[in-house]
C-alpha cells in the first residue's frame, strides 16, 4: 500500500509539473495595461441612433460608419456617438443591404459584405451605391455569405467567405485573382444560426491555407494579411502569394479554445491599429484582445455583463488613427469606444 501511494503522490506531482509548464508555454501574461470603456451609444430598436444586432464597424476620418444589421443599414456618428446620418434598407437591389457584415473604409470608399446577399457592395460616403462584386455561389467571384473584406493599398481585395472556407483575392476592379482554402458543400441552411452556431471542423493538408468559417480580412501597410480564422480560434497571416506566414491562438494555434490570454472562443473581427498591432474580436469570450504585429499577447479588455466596461458577443472591432478603439457590441446593441488606461481624459463621455 506504501509503495502504492508513494507512486500515486509522485504521479500527482509530475501532473502539477505539467499543468504549470503547460501554463507557462501557452499562458502569456499581458506586456501592457488594458483599456478604459470612455463613451457608449445605441440600445435595441429602430430609430436613429439604435440597432438591431449592430454586425462591423469602420473608422473613417472623425467618423464611425456601423453595420445596422437586421435594420438592413449602416448608421454613421461622430467620435462621440452623436448620430448624423444613416443608408441602405432592407433588400437585394443596388443600394439595399442583406445583413452588412465587417466594414472596410479604403480611399473614400466603404465596402461592405452582405451575408444575405453574397456579395460586396461599395458605397461613397454619403451612401451612394459605386458598385457591386460576386454573385451567390462557389465558384470563382462567387460567394457564400462573406463576412470581412480587407482592401490592399493598390486596392486589392480579401473577402472571408465563410461557409466556402475560404479566402478570396480579387483586383480592384472586383476580378478573382486566386482562392486560398477549400470550397465545402453549400450550406445555406445553416445561416439562420450564423456566428452563434458552433461549428468545428479539421484543417487541411500541412502547409496549405485551411480555414473554418473565416469572418474577417485586414491588410497591414506592408502586404501582409491577416485572417481571423473563426471557428478555428486562430489568426493566420498570409503573404500576398498565399503562404502562410505565422499563426497563433491557444496552443500552436491547433484549434483549442478556452478563456486565457492569446487564446479565443471564436474570432469574429480583425483590425490593424496605427501601430500595427492587432485587435481582434474574440466573440464567445466577450472580450478585445490585443497583440504585436508577430502575435505576442499584449493585453485584452472586456468581460461578460451589460455595465460599463462590459460586452456581450463584441462582433467587430476598429481602431482610428490616435488609437482609440470602437467595438460594435452585438448582443447589448450598441457601440462602445476604449482608450488605453491613463491616457489623457479629453473629449470623452457618452453623447
Known sequence: ????????GWLALALVGLVVVGWLAFVPRAREAG????????????????????????????????????????????????????????????????????????????????????RIQIFDRGGASLGL?????????????????????????????FYNHRIVKLDAQGRPLAIWGRAKADKAEERGSGFLTMVREGVGASGEPSFSYPTDVAVAPDGRVYVADGYNDRIQVLAPDGRVLRKWGGPLAMNIHGPFNGWFATVTSIAIGPKGNVFVADFYNHRIQKFA???????????????????????????????????????????SKWRPAGAERTNEGAP
Open 133 to 161: 462584386i460576386g454573385r451567390a455561389g462557389s465558384g470563382p467571384g462567387a460567394f457564400n455569405a462573406p463576412g470581412g473584406v480587407g482592401v490592399a493599398a493598390d486596392g486589392t481585395l480579401y473577402v472571408a467567405d
Open 293 to 335: 504585429p508577430d502575435g505576442t499577447f499584449l493585453t485584452s479588455f472586456g468581460e461578460k455583463g451589460s455595465g460599463p466596461g462590459q460586452f456581450t458577443y463584441p462582433i467587430a472591432v476598429d481602431v482610428d488613427r490616435e488609437g482609440t478603439v470602437y467595438v460594435a457590441d452585438f448582443g447589448n446593441n450598441r457601440v
Open 35 to 118: 483599456y478604459r470603456m470612455v463613451a457608449v451609444w445605441g440600445g435595441k430598436g429602430t430609430a436613429p441612433g439604435q440597432f438591431s444586432d449592430p454586425t462591423g464597424i469602420a473608422i473613417a476620418d472623425g467618423e464611425v460608419f456601423v453595420a445596422d444589421s437586421r435594420n438592413g443599414r449602416i448608421q454613421v456618428f461622430d467620435r462621440n456617438g452623436r448620430f448624423l446620418r444613416a443608408f441602405g434598407k432592407p433588400g437585394s437591389g443596388a443600394g439595399e443591404l442583406g445583413r452588412p457584415m465587417n466594414l472596410e473604409w479604403h480611399i473614400g470608399k466603404l465596402y461592405v459584405p452582405e451575408y444575405f446577399n453574397d
Open 1 to 8: 500500500m506504501r509503495r502504492v501511494l508513494k507512486v500515486l
